[in-house]
């Protein structure tokens, strides 16, 4: 019996001591230096309420600031305290949520009273500017506002986070006292910056230049287009050239363009079939014209006066005057300076009866004393025309591919220039100098 009574008198020590310890007054350092101790004991803590927070989950929280200056989270069912005004709060101390790596703690309210009469306190403007601005203010793990930030703070020591992308982030701990507080934070670039500024640089290179050989390519591929179809040009107008003398039976000249086709593509066969095809031809036209041996005939009577006109093609032009026509030569005459080794100068037969006569050049055949041929490449066939008028020399140019030219100006296809004394034109690669005889 004595037993049971002891054992009864000693529970009753253990809960009262229980009940001391869960209903004693502490502070918020007391707590967050003991936790393991006030952790979900009911605890008394007294201060004044600082500012309000909502919180969808409850009807309301705050935060409540013990003598010290230390503030906690108080969680509350009931109406929430006026700010400013001091509270004995009694409630469970117990763990909230992980913001981070960090724990965070509040006091479920069970109970609050009032106590004395509030005293005023004055809240300081803080002011917290960085250069550049623009960087996120961060305060209790959580982002404020921006810089230029603004607000009023309760005297306390305060500490923010300003954090900008590409910037170092920095820490910045502020005391509120008795006066207004402006700080300026000058913000650092970040390794990150330049080492982004540092890929786009190299970036920038790189297509910089994948551009320039992309186009170098495209140029030299224009460029080797543009050659091969000149060479198609030229191939086929030696080709075509060349079946034109081929009908004018200048076989000769026919054999010259076939071979130069023949050089410009020397794996294409038609030059060379064609180049076998004249001197076959050539050679027949040998064989047809050879004179065969014939026996003497009898004196004949006198031959009849020579013709009006014989020409040696290119040479020597030999004339006849019949006595029903006349011919002429007349002031004007080309020396031939370049380009044509057959004949020194051409000179200029006119029909005295006529008021004008007129004077082609080309690679082609024309009428006699009126057409001067000549044979080279890069004569046209029907390339300029001279009119004379008593003593006007008119040079008219028909080539457009390769222009006449006087005195080094080249003429427009049917463009007209007169000529005078001492003039050089240029029809292809021949150089003529026209004189006119005193």
Known sequence: MLNRIIFIVFAGLLISSGSA??????????????????????VVIEGVVDRHVSDSRDLGNYFLRDIFGDEI???????????????????????????????TFYVRELE????????????????????????????NDRIVGETPYQSR????????????????????????????????????????????????????????????????????????????QRRESQYADLLNSGENAIQTRDYDYAIS?????????????????????????????????????????????????????????????????????????????????????TMKELSLYADPNKPSNEY?????????????RLKSPTVSRKHAKLLVTKNNYVMMNYSRTNPTTINGSPMEENETKELFNGDVIEIGDVKLEFIINS
């Not at 502070?27 to 393991?36: C, G, H, P, Q, T």
């Not at 305290?81 to 960090?102: A, H, I, K, Q």
């Not at 500490?159 to 300026?184: H, R």
């Open 21 to 42: 310890l869960a209903q004693q007054q502490v502070v918020v350092r007391d707590l967050m230096n003991n936790i393991n101790r006030y952790l979900d004991n009911t």
């Open 112 to 139: 609050r009273r009032q106590i004395g009469t509030p005293e005023p306190v004055t809240d300081r403007l803080v002011v917290i500017n960085s250069v550049p601005s623009g960087a996120k203010v961060w305060y």
């Open 153 to 228: 703070f309760r005297p306390g020591s305060y500490t923010f986070s300003i954090e900008k992308p590409f910037y170092e982030a920095q820490s910045l701990q502020i005391n509120v006292s008795g006066s207004d507080v402006n700080q300026t934070v000058n913000l650092n670039r970040s390794a990150l910056f330049y080492i982004l500024i540092g890929l786009g640089v190299i970036i920038l290179i790189l297509i910089v230049s994948i551009g320039f050989i992309i186009k170098k390519k495209i140029d030299e591929k224009r460029r080797l287009r543009e050659e091969e």
């Open 257 to 341: 363009l076939f071979q130069q086709a023949s050089g410009m593509f020397p794996e294409r066969m038609l030059p060379k079939e064609r180049i076998n095809y004249v001197k076959k031809l050539k050679n027949d036209e040998k064989d047809k014209n050879k004179i065969e041996p014939t026996p003497p005939t009898p004196p004949s009577a006198p031959s009849p006066p020579p013709g009006p006109f014989q020409v040696s093609e290119d040479k020597t032009i030999k004339t006849f005057i019949p006595t029903d026509k006349t011919i002429k030569i007349i002031g004007g005459k080309f020396k031939i300076i370049s380009g044509y080794d």
């Open 73 to 103: 989270l108080v969680r509350t069912v009931l109406s929430k305290p006026v700010v400013n005004n001091s509270f004995r709060v009694v409630g469970t101390f117990e763990e909230g949520p992980p913001v981070g790596n960090r724990r």
């Open 360 to 372: 082609t050049f080309g690679r082609n055949s024309g009428q006699d004393y009126y057409h001067f």
